[in-house]
């Protein structure tokens, strides 16, 4: 399934590949099984692979070089920066048009391409005016580096200057059945912009695949996550246990039912479940034969209405540079 990324934007397949756990978010990974992970996508026809130049300082990005080698066609590279490791943490932001031009430079070295199709600013730099960040993108484009320019979590004011600097093609942001915060704001501006939206995280970072059982269990990223700790744990996971029992009804796995109620939320929408195993990969795409009827969808938010999650999406440093 095909869908137009933005308003007369590409079109790219409505579900993509998320690579980022491939590169130590969740729990160890082997490059052997990521790269055949991602050729695999290819061969399904899912084109779109998200990645960042800070996801394990450009590990990501080499894997995605590696898995493209000859097929550079058959991919639509989504690349993310703007974001920044030191030894002292991650999390620190740069949108100056000086970090965007040299970061692009290591990320095509790094991917082993001369073009990226989307480049998307991960935060807005709230010391940088939005407008010469995407400035330098503009830049990008004119030099034909980049097709196309993204923003990811930004605020509705953010969005509207940088809209009125270049065609922002999409935005890429947290949207699942428990993260729904977009639904208030965001949607209706990138809407009335003609912007598409890739939405990040469907399953929520794994948990609405109802494989989680204790928060004991998780020795990644997430035992930092505020709905994965203790009492939020338990509470979210009561959520999980009536979706498992509707996907039942649907004859498909919670993981399925998740992308499916992505996808029914717009034609806009493209989204892109993230793993580093082939199993779960076909299991994801496969989320596009399921069809969800308006009793379905009723149902499914009477489960999950908007803000029924237990906790933050992120921890407190993190959600401070959100929104900007
Ligand atoms: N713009 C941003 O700020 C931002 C933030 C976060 C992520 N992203 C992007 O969005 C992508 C997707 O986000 P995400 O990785 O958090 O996505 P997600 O799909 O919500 O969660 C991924 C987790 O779910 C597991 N999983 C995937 N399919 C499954 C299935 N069918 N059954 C059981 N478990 C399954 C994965 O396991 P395995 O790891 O074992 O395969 C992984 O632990 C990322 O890869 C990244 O590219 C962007």
């Known amino acids: 399934m095909k869908r137009e990324l933005g308003k007369n934007g590409p079109m790219i397949s409505a579900i993509g ?5 491939m590169s130590g978010a969740y729990g ?3 490059e052997k099984e990521s790269i055949a992970t991602i050729e695999r996508a290819l061969e399904l026809g899912h084109d779109f692979l998200d990645t960042a130049d800070f996801y394990l300082s450009g590990h990501n990005e080499m894997l995605i070089g590696q898995a493209i080698k000859g097929k550079r066609d058959k991919a639509f590279l989504s690349v993310k920066t703007g974001m920044m490791a030191s030894p002292m943490g991650y999390g620190a932001v740069n949108g100056h048009p000086d970090y965007i031009r040299h970061a692009v430079m290591h990320s095509l070295q790094r991917l082993k391409t001369d073009y990226i199709d989307l480049y998307t600013i991960a935060r807005i730099d709230p010391n940088v005016p939005v407008e010469e960040t995407v400035g330098a993108l503009a830049e990008l484009v004119a030099k034909g580096v980049v097709k196309y320019i993204g923003l990811s979590e930004a605020s509705v004011q953010s969005i509207r200057k940088a ?3 270049h065609a922002i093609t999409a935005l890429q942001i947290e949207y699942s059945l428990w993260t729904r ?3 208030a704001e965001v949607l209706p501006t990138v809407r ?3 912007i598409g939206i890739v939405a990040y995280s469907p ?3 794994g948990f609405l695949s109802g494989e989680l059982k204790k928060p004991e269990d998780i020795k990644d990223n997430r035992a930092h996550m505020p709905r994965f700790q203790g009492d939020n744990f338990y509470r979210n996971l009561e959520l999980v246990e009536k979706i498992k029992t509707l996907a039942v009804q649907k004859k ?5 039912l998740a992308i499916a109620w992505v996808l029914a939320q717009g034609e806009d929408i493209i989204t892109i479940p993230g793993t580093k195993r082939i199993k779960y990969l076909e299991e994801n795409f496969a989320s596009e034969k399921v069809k969800l009827t308006q009793e379905d969808l009723q149902s499914i938010n009477a489960i999950m209405p908007f803000g029924i999650a237990s906790g933050t999406r992120y921890p407190e440093k993190f959600m401070g540079i959100l929104n900007k």
Do not use: F, H, V
Request: aromatic share 0%.
């Open 28 to 30: 160890q990974s082997d």
């Open 192 to 194: 009335e912009l003609g």
């Open 181 to 183: 915060d977009i639904e």
């Open 203 to 205: 399953l929520s970072r």
């Open 252 to 256: 498909c796995s919670p993981s399925q």
């Open 163 to 165: 809209a009125s600097t």
């Open 17 to 21: 590949l998320g690579c980022m756990g």
